[in-house]
C-alpha cells in the first residue's frame, strides 16, 4: 500500500557513473559531483560511492523543496562503509561552521558506533537519536536506513532494515536554514565525508506509512 510518489521532493537513484546525479522525481534537484564521486555496484544496480580521502561528495544549493520547518519529512537512503574511524555523512542540510545553520542530519558517529539522525530547532542547537536497535553497523554491508520527523508526535526517528524503531522526542520544530544539501558531507569545517557507497536516497516532505517503509527495504 501507499503511494511513494506523493510529497517526494528529491530521488536520486545515483546510477551514474559520473557527473551530475539526476534527480529521479523531474523537479531538477540534481546534485553536483563534488572531488569526482565514482561508481560501484550498489543495493539497486549502480551506487554512489565516495572517499573520504579525497573529499568526494554531491551537493545542491539550498531551496525550499529540501527544506523543512515544524514539518514532517523523511529521508531514506542504502549506505555501505568502507571503514568506521571517522565521522561520515550520509544525507545532510547541516552547517554549524560558525554558522548555526543546522537543519538535519543522517550520519554514521563513531563515537557511539552508530548512524544517527539530528534534527535541529534553531540552526544551533539538536536533539540526536541513535540507531540503537540496530546496534553496531558492519563494513561491506548495505543498510537501508529511514529517518523521519513526526511533528505531531513532536518526534525524530530512525529504523535501520526491518528492524524496530528508536525514536526520541523533539518537540520544538525544525529550522529551516541557509545550508546547501548534501550526499556523503556535511557543509561546515569538519566537513566529515562519507567513505563508503550510497544509493536510492530519498526525500520526502511526510511520513511515510509502515508498508512504504517495507517496500523501501526490499528494494
Known sequence: GGNLQ???????RLEEASGTR?????????????????????????AAVCSSANSEFLSIADNADLSVSNQDFTISCW??????????????KWNSSGENQRAY??????????????????GANSTTLDANVLGSPSTSTWYNLIAW?????????????????????????????TAQFNIGALQNGGNFFLNGAVDEVGFWKRMLIANERADLFKA
Do not use: C
Open 149 to 177: 520527523h513526526d511533528s505531531a508526535a513532536g518526534t525524530i526517528n530512525i529504523r535501520a532494515n526491518a528492524g524496530a524503531i528508536n525514536s526520541a522526542a523533539h518537540l520544538t520544530g525544525v529550522f529551516d536554514n
Open 79 to 92: 549506505v555501505n562503509l568502507t571503514s568506521k574511524a571517522t565521522n561520515q555523512g550520509i544525507v545532510s
Open 105 to 122: 542530519l543522517l550520519w554514521y558517529d563513531p563515537a557511539t558506533d552508530r548512524f544517527e539522525f539530528l534534527v535541529s530547532q534553531d
Open 6 to 12: 506523493a510529497s517526494l521532493m528529491g530521488y536520486w
Open 22 to 46: 539526476f534527480d529521479a522525481t523531474g523537479r531538477g534537484n540534481n546534485l553536483t559531483d563534488n572531488n569526482t564521486v565514482l561508481v560501484q555496484a550498489g543495493r539497486v544496480d549502480s
